[in-house]
């Protein structure tokens, strides 16, 4: 049995403020020590549960934030930029996923740093309903047939999993009361159970089923400046739908995702 772990940054516990996700900021060195053992967490429980391989990608900004040398010397690392799956990337091939330190899609009320996929989209939309990183790389790892067995994060993120990936189990770190505060389970306590609650949802992946987006696929994107939209609707694939927003239509949710990587990159050279 091979896993994937994709590990974010915003929704690992201890984490409460930009400047603690941002590199080469006050609190980034400290993070990216408590991400690597939120990390290690989870790996250790795919291994006591059985999985052959654990390969564990970093999903977070540049890609280059997890310790190599202080990861699980068991698991694989997938670092850097420019992937074809992204935030998923080591999915293909695999039998099931976990994501480590996800957070609530941009917007939610009491989320932590809560946001999706860059600071100029204040909303996306797949199917015409609102969704966040975590559904989106959910249905891209559904085209591929591995089903998502587990989410960590704060509880305003817990609530949307529960909503949208029902049989996903769900790890609460942290609790917040605005976009930069929040209230932290102890350390020990999160780590332990996370490596418990991987090892379980490891061992019950066989009964979770992929979340399947049948095609063609539409996406949409609410910037949050007119300029973004402008700019992304330079690419003939994404059309303009309003002052802030494109669409894009495709075949199936990778060829879609992939067009909004563009649009995301072509919005971000206008700047915020």
Not at 31 to 43: C, D, H, I, K
Not at 134 to 151: F, W
Not at 218 to 236: D, W
């Amino acid at each position: 049995m091979r896993i994937l772990i994709s590990v974010d940054m915003e929704g690992i516990s201890g984490v409460a403020a930009w400047d603690d996700v941002r590199p080469g900021t006050p609190g980034y060195e400290r993070f990216r020590r408590q991400m690597t053992l939120e990390a290690n967490a989870a790996v250790a429980g795919a291994f006591a549960a059985g999985a052959a391989s654990v390969v564990v990608n970093d999903a977070h900004d540049g890609m280059h934030n997890l310790l190599y040398e202080s990861l699980d010397g068991r698991a694989e690392l997938i670092s850097g930029t420019m992937k074809p799956l992204d935030m998923v990337e080591g999915g293909t091939g695999a039998d099931a996923a976990v994501f480590i330190g996800y957070h609530a899609m941009a917007g939610a009320e009491g989320g932590v740093l809560a946001h999706t996929m860059s600071g100029s989209i204040a909303n996306w939309y797949l199917g015409g309903v609102a969704v966040g990183e975590t559904q989106i790389n959910a249905a891209i790892l559904g085209q591929l047939g591995v089903p998502v067995v587990l989410v960590s994060g704060d509880a305003q993120l817990a609530q949307e999993v529960e909503r949208t990936l029902p049989q996903a189990r769900r790890v609460v770190v942290k609790w917040g009361t605005d976009e930069e505060t929040a209230r932290s389970r102890p350390r020990d306590e999160v780590l332990r159970c996370l490596a418990e609650e991987v090892q379980q949802a490891v061992a019950g992946a066989a009964a979770v089923e992929p979340i399947r987006v049948p095609g063609p696929v539409t996406i949409a994107i609410e910037f949050v400046r007119p300029a973004h939209a402008t700019a992304a609707s330079l690419c003939p694939q994404i059309r303009r739908a309003g002052g802030r927003r494109v669409e894009i239509t495709a075949a199936d949710i990778l060829e879609a995702y992939r067009l909004s990587w563009v649009a995301s990159i072509l919005a971000h050279s206008v700047g915020a």
